[in-house]
Structure formats: structure tokens, C-alpha cells
């Protein structure tokens, strides 16, 4: 299967820069997977289409202030964009500018300093000298907006590019499909009988790698790393009703912890290099809630694996005809 297949026209105009004015507020569009019939409704409808004994699975995953900027032993501004951590107070990060970067280079802060360790892959591995990673996000970071926002971060991103239930930090990106939720909403999804139940995907920069391969099964997907827990992984297997994903992440994280064999969710916590793409057989989830994705996305390969390649393709038009505002900070799908 070609990835041009699922190639459409994003126009700078349709990318959404900021967030609505307050969450819950933006447009969603309701598919039908089965019919192909689809409904433009608001965000805050959808607890309407709650049914009692419906699980809701969200992902609690905080996106750290991780983009951050040093100075170099000559004194050159570059940026240090951390990705993840490996512990014993080393990280994995992207520099930019990085060809004003040496090995064994001291990047200070203010009162940080880090030491530039050695390469690895498209990034480097970094060592904190004086300070750590939990002061240098809280005093000096700023939010991780993706590229194509092209804009700088805002104070209130740091609380908007966040959902109002995030509690583990970890992610450099957010779960988007979430960002709309609000107290109220989830009050109503739960008085209408659905339960809501949590696990962890630190969502990485790769989503935003796009697929450059023209055959889709030759792509090598990112992984991430994902904890779904025993509690989480029993109220889905006893669920009577239907499992809701907030998110490509959930979804992911999900059909990674389900086994065959057990023909049932196990927990797990690690990393998952889970790669969905049309004629992926789902085996947990049953409805999906999803921004509108990149068009040289391994997002968009999945939304079209849940809810079929055509079914996407002329949701994608009604919503490009109506003015949907796309990608993470846009609107959103309801597929059912």
C-alpha cells in the first residue's frame, strides 16, 4: 500500500495555532464506521454517545516544559529539546544548531550545566554537571509545541498542551484527542455510566516523524513507552459495554498490551514499537476519539485502519468543506 494514498492538501490555514477559547468548545465530527454516515456535532456532545457499561480509557501523561536553550563554550544560543530519560541524571536529547556543538562541550543555563556526551542517532546523550532535569524544566523550560505551530510558546501552553487530568510526567508531546475534556465532560460521561479508567503512553517527538517510504509496510514506526496497569487491563476485559480510546495513544497502548494467546489485556509497561496500519485486525478497541492527523502520518495510516481507508478520506473532505481546524491544537473525530 502507497502512502500517497492518503496524501491530501493540509494548507497552512487549516493547522490550528492556538487552542480554542475554552476547552470542550471545538467541532467534532461523529462517523459511523459501519454506514459511513457522519454527524457535526460540538466536543461537549459527546457524552451523548455514551452507553452504560462503556469503558473510557484516557491517557494520563504530562508533557514536561522540555524545550530549553543554552549557550556553548563560544558563547552560540542553541537549543536543547529533551526526549527522554535514561537515567542517573543522563538524557537522550535533540540539539539544534547542533554543528555549534562538540563532544565533551559544557552548555550552561543560568545556574545548569550540562556536559555533551556522545551522539546517538539523530540526537545526543547529555550528563548533568550542575543541577537536573526537574529545576531546568520547572525555572527555565518551555512547552514542546510541535514544529508546524511555528510559533513560540505562550505561558498558557503550559497548561493548555496539557489535559486536565495529566499527572505523570514524561511526554514531549500531548495526547491531543483529550485536550477538550473538562471536568464537566467527564462528570457527564460518567453519570451516563461509563467508567473511566487511565493508563500512560509518554507520547514521543517521533509522532511527529513523518513517513517517507513510499510502500507503508517498509516504514520503521517509533517506539513508546507505555504502562497499562492490572486494574486498567481487568475493568476492559470485564467491560460489557464498549472500550472508548481518547487518542491514537490509547489505542496503541492498548492493542500493544492485548494477548493473543490469553485472547485478553495483560499488563505491561515498556516500550511498544506497535505499527497499525490497513489490515490491522483490532482486537480491543471499539470507538475512537482522534484529531485530525498529518497526511504522511503513521496517525492517519491508523485512524484509516479503525474506520476504513475511504470512510477517512471523505471525512477528511466534509471536514476540510466545513473549515475544521487540523492537528493538535484542531478539531476532532468520534468514530464509532
Known amino acids: 500500500m502507497k502512502i500517497s494514498e492518503f496524501n ?13 477559547k475554552k476547552r470542550g468548545t471545538s467541532n467534532l465530527l461523529v462517523l459511523d464506521k459501519k454506514s459511513g454516515d457522519m454527524q457535526h456535532r460540538k466536543y461537549f456532545n459527546i457524552p ?26 563560544k558563547g552560540k544560543k542553541v537549543e536543547v529539546l529533551f526526549l527522554e530519560d535514561r537515567g542517573e541524571n543522563t538524557w537522550f536529547c535533540l540539539i539544534g544548531r547542533a554543528k555549534n556543538v562538540k563532544l565533551s562541550d559544557i552548555l550552561i543555563c543560568e545556574d545548569i550545566q550540562i556536559r555533551v556526551e556522545r551522539r546517538e542517532e539523530n540526537g545526543f546523550l547529555i550528563e548533568f554537571v550542575y543541577g537536573n532535569a526537574f529545576d531546568l ?15 513560540k510558546d505562550k505561558q498558557s501552553d503550559k497548561e493548555r498542551y496539557n489535559t486536565v487530568f495529566s499527572s505523570i510526567p514524561g511526554a514531549v508531546a500531548a495526547p491531543t484527542a483529550s485536550l477538550n475534556l473538562t471536568e ?6 460518567e453519570n451516563k455510566g461509563g467508567k473511566i479508567v487511565k493508563i500512560e503512553l509518554r507520547v514521543g517527538w517521533g509522532t511527529f516523524a513523518p513517513i517517507r517510504e513510499e510502500n507503508i509496510e517498509e516504514h520503521q514506526i517509533h517506539k513508546e513507552y507505555i504502562n497499562v496497569s492490572h486494574e486498567a487491563c481487568q475493568s476492559i476485559n470485564e467491560c460489557k459495554g464498549r472500550v472508548w480510546a481518547f487518542g491514537t495513544t490509547v489505542a496503541r497502548a492498548l492493542e500493544s498490551a492485548y494477548s493473543q494467546k490469553e485472547r485478553k489485556l495483560l499488563s505491561y509497561f515498556g516500550y511498544t514499537d506497535l505499527y497499525i496500519y490497513p489490515g490491522y485486525e483490532w482486537r480491543v478497541v471499539d470507538v475512537l476519539v482522534t484529531n485530525f492527523h498529518m497526511p504522511d502520518s503513521s496517525l492517519i495510516l491508523l485512524v484509516s485502519s479503525f474506520a476504513g481507508k475511504e470512510s477517512i478520506k471523505k ?3 466534509q471536514a476540510i468543506d466545513r473549515g475544521y481546524k487540523f492537528l493538535s491544537y484542531g478539531d476532532s473525530m468520534l468514530i464509532k
Open 8 to 20: 491530501y492538501n493540509l494548507s497552512e490555514k487549516m493547522i490550528a495555532k492556538y487552542p480554542p
Open 48 to 73: 451523548e454517545y455514551i452507553k452504560e457499561g462503556d469503558i473510557v480509557v484516557l491517557n494520563e501523561t504530562k508533557v514536561l516544559n522540555s524545550r530549553t536553550f543554552f549557550l556553548t563554550p
Open 137 to 151: 524544566f520547572n525555572r527555565y523550560g518551555h512547552t514542546p509545541l510541535p514544529p508546524y505551530m511555528k510559533r
Open 184 to 189: 464537566e465532560i467527564l462528570h457527564e460521561i
Open 315 to 317: 471525512a477528511y473532505e
